[in-house]
């Protein structure tokens, strides 16, 4: 009898968190995106006004991978005032040879803040200097210490900076990423001065305007931006990504449509001859990434439905090691 | 602590078929669909051509329904080889207030056989001549059984005739209706013959010409059509379509777009100041349906989100009322 694996986002929580392997498998996602004929479907989208809410579905398909995720993402802004996460939902596991349901993961959100973070890492991995001694982080979220820790595989810093527009915020960040990681950190009041002396920056905030300027870029940096996925939302000045000697984001498409791409190529100061080039591409050696120590690299991520296969996927395999899930009679 | 509900096909099959309530929440979907600010976002879709297979999400929100359904609907047509079925698939239930995951209902397509049955039954309800002596069907597969059950509860025709390409298959089918239904029930080898002495006539068929000939259209006939829900897919002729006294879909957009009336556009048969019709607002009284024993309507069915919807809202109120489903800490 066939059966159904469900998987509660507290057997999920035990058994998957960012390590080496998540951050293994959402490259090879990224690898595939940029090598193999990956299908991903434009994201299907229902927004509920009178509710403050909003659904995203995402999916992939990676040929060679056995499964492919469906990912869908509720976000209803007014749950906090409930005493209730914004952010919420599940994944479903398909097999890619019958379609039949092999998995439903109730992570409410928790797999997509993995593979987010493990992207960042990613990112980090393939463009940052490859010696950086202080990292820093714009944002003060769940987000912003997965980033910090995912980064932290890859390029093991030895000082974390934290701003967020609420200082009291950016003190308990930056005290539990001291405690995660082990490192010195420290809370900052002026961005700017953020930027100054960190190698890696990573922006994890909702905001719509711009929160890094141009005018702070300097030689040997490397920035992650993952806050914006809508056509509203923008970290990065315009003129920021224009001065870059390198932009990379995850998908074009959807980096031109609703991330920082966007604003950039809205602004008109993008030289003739810009080129976005995808993460996947640096990965896999087809588009050059970092090219010296001294270069200026920005990478956009708006997260992708293969990176939501890849963790789907690595999170029924783990849930199976560690013989954690219930098996219904599908 | 907040907790979903996971219910499984045979929960489903144990409290959900066919019946008095099901045609109504089905008809109230379609008279919202009509009267409200029903967010019905176009469907996703994932081709994997690899596996022949296809992956449909379907979403629909209804102002006033406190939940809304994603539907998940694989369709591998190798499948069979292996003996699984071709569709399978699963719908959610989310709170339209808060996003959080409500069900899951793993049901293989159940429910939309049973949503698709009973929109038949709504068409049928507000388009067939009052009096349905006979009711025919061209196809022989489980929504062929489906369709003629749900249309005998709105029009308790005496006699069914089944037509099939596989002869054997139409016997079988006509010899399950007669017990299901305990009418007269026989198949017939010529589909012209089955129409002429059909008042009411169900097309349920994968076709991709035309079965049902515009000559063979008479007074006092109403035909629904079911196949279609792919741009190749075609029951019913273009020139039946045209010579109709009224043609109804359940969505425009989606008939004109993979439905009977793709075909019926792109044919240049019809009138000038042809207007489709749909479902919706014949029940809702905005526009006409039948307006005399003897005209000639044909409604396509292509099948709609709020269908789902209603049908999964329902599922989870009927499994409640019979102490089914397991409920797993959120």
Redesign the interface.
Known sequence: MRK?V?L???ELRRCVAIDPDAVAVVEAAFHALATKAV?M????????P??N?E?D?K???I?GVPS?A?K?S???FD?PK?G?PSL???M?L?S??????EA?L?D?GYLTDIRTAAAGAVAAKHLAPAHVETAGVLGAGAQARLQLAAAHLVRPFARALVWARDAAKAEDCSRDIAAMLEIEARAVADPARLVAESQLVVTATPARRPILGAEWLHPGLHITAIGADSPEKNEIAPAAIARADRFVCDRRSQSSQSGELHHAEKSGLLRDGFAAIELGEVIAGTAPGRTSPEAITICDLTGTGVQDTAIATFALRRAAEHGLG?A???
């Not at 479907?41 to 509920?48: A, N, Q, S």
């Open positions: 159904v469900i509660t986002e507290t299908a479907p434009p994201i299907l989208r229902l927004d509920i009178e509710a809410g659904v579905v999916t992939a398909y040929p492919f469906i869908v509720p976000g209803f749950n409930r209730l919420n939902g599940l479903m398909l890619a040879s019958t379609g039949l349901v439903v109730l409410n219930a219904l009679a599908a």
